[in-house]
């Protein structure tokens, strides 16, 4: 039997000061939620789910409500989780009905034999199976539109798209006691962006993977740059190849900087329970937690 753990993420990004707290309860919240389930012998899959949950319900977030909008002033989600025992993974992206992506990428991964679906596609074959279909609006607060208002004057000002991003991307990877690792990634994407862009959180091998013979990882940051590199693939390449996870999470991060000045950051878990993050942007959340110790902070770069 292997010794549980619990990994999460909230993002890395220049979070400000005013913001350390709420961040750094949501990945408790998150952390807590998915340790219960693993604490009671639940699966690696159920314990991710049940902290992306957490973390796409709080307004502090890029994921669910409170996520940032589109150019059009919507919010479209993406959202991917991967069982490193049988590399089952399921995934949506832009959709815009659903409250919680991570529960119809599981649909996805249990229920089709596909591995994406996306817009209203994948809001069809959710409903079909159980999950409510919303409002956008209720997706929708007053903070983020204020933030498109900043965002598009930005851009308006020729910003470069990354001058305006956050990255409050959410994660979350996990070891059962079975030995099976899962990832999983939710995310609103982009601030101001085009309608029907996908970055890498729900993309398999760049912003979540899982194989029990590498690792698991989730990434959060600049979504463009780590698509191009398969970013968390790599990541988990280097891990098969002999390298402690910590150290396979700076290389990673170490490459993208240095191959497209990429930023952003990752964390990495392999099937022994050795877990390592990394990032280049000035702070980001995370939460670890197994039966000897509780963790969790705000990393500074």
């Known amino acids: 039997m292997a010794d549980p753990i619990l990994v999460v993420h909230g993002g890395a990004w220049a979070i400000p000061d005013d913001w350390v707290e709420p961040h750094l309860s ?9 340790w219960s389930v693993l604490a009671r012998g639940g699966s690696a899959l159920d314990a991710v789910e049940a902290a992306i949950v957490v973390m796409e319900d709080d307004e502090t977030f890029d994921a669910g409500r409170g996520a940032f909008l589109t150019s059009e ?6 959202a991917l989780m991967m069982d490193g025992s049988t590399l089952r993974a399921g995934g949506v992206g832009c959709v815009e009905r659903i ?9 996805v991964l249990d229920e ?5 679906l996306v817009a209203e596609g994948a809001e069809k074959f959710a409903a079909l199976h159980g999950i409510p279909l919303i409002d956008n609006r209720e997706l929708i607060i007053p903070r983020e539109i204020e933030r498109l208002k900043e965002a598009q004057l930005a851009a308006r000002a020729g910003k470069p798209p990354e001058f305006f991003a956050e990255h409050d991307t959410v994660g979350a990877i996990a070891l059962d006691r079975d030995g099976r690792i899962a990832a999983a990634t939710s995310t609103g994407g982009t601030m101001n962006k085009t309608p029907g862009r996908v970055g890498d959180s729900s993309l398999i091998g760049c912003g979540c993977y899982a ?11 600049w979504g463009e740059p780590m698509m191009k590199l398969v970013l968390g693939k790599w990541a988990c390449d280097r891990v098969a190849e002999g390298k402690p996870p910590e150290a396979a999470a700076r290389m990673a991060i170490e490459f993208l900087e240095r191959r497209l000045n990429g930023h952003g950051g990752l964390i990495l878990l392999d099937p ?8 280049n942007t000035p702070r980001m959340a995370w939460a670890v937690k197994n039966a000897k110790e509780e963790k969790s902070g705000i990393r500074c770069a």
């Open 272 to 279: 022994k329970g050795r877990y390592g993050m990394w990032h």
């Open 26 to 34: 949501g990945v408790q919240h998150a952390s807590a939620a998915g």
């Open 112 to 116: 089709s034999p596909h591995v994406y």
């Open 99 to 107: 409250r919680n992506p991570i529960r119809a990428a599981r649909k």
């Open 211 to 221: 194989d029990n013979e590498s690792a698991a990882v989730s990434t959060t940051g």
């Open 73 to 78: 002033a919507h919010v479209q989600l993406d």
